[in-house]
């Protein structure tokens, strides 16, 4: 029971992470398609956006091993009592429950990191349709 709280906490924060992630994502491309010859508007919506990713990201990955070591400590805690051979299904359960918690947190966490990459290809694209000045040779013509 304890896991199972644990984990649905875990998935939720991880969710609330995500969908904050999302709508970030979706107003700075609104405000850089808004703004497109304001190179600091880009330069701050795109610090502003790596900055949230990667710090979702990692809290994500947190909240997903947080979630396993807290069902799989809960299970070796069952067997460690003596619980496992009246109750096997608890520490079963605790474990399952730590597992679930962090698969959803990798998916979250994979969701997020796709927001990045397509972030990064736009700026990408972005910097390569500016384009680069030829370098000024010297020597010969």
């Known amino acids: 029971m304890l896991a199972g709280i644990l984990s649905a906490l875990c998935l939720w924060f ?3 992470a995500y969908r904050r992630c999302r709508s970030i994502h979706s107003g700075a491309v609104g405000a850089v ?5 304001d190179p600091l508007e880009e330069r701050l919506a795109e610090r502003e956006l ?7 990201t990692r809290t994500v990955q947190a909240l997903g091993r947080s979630s396993l070591f807290g069902g799989t400590g809960l299970a070796i ?3 460690a ?10 520490a079963y359960e605790s474990f399952a429950f730590g597992l679930v918690g962090w698969g959803g947190c ?18 990408n694209q972005r910097r390569r349709r500016q384009g680069v000045d030829p370098p000024k040779r010297t ?3």
Request: net charge positive; proline share 4%; hydrophobic share 45%.
């Open 14 to 16: 991880a969710w609330s």
């Open 33 to 37: 398609a808004a703004q497109p010859n």
């Open 50 to 56: 790596n900055l949230e990713l990667n710090l979702a």
């Open 77 to 79: 805690w069952f067997v």
């Open 81 to 90: 009592t003596g619980a496992l051979r009246s109750e096997p299904r608890l």
């Open 106 to 123: 990798r998916e979250f966490q994979r969701r997020i990191g796709s927001l990045a990459d397509s972030w990064r290809s736009r700026a």
């Open 139 to 141: 020597g010969v013509a």
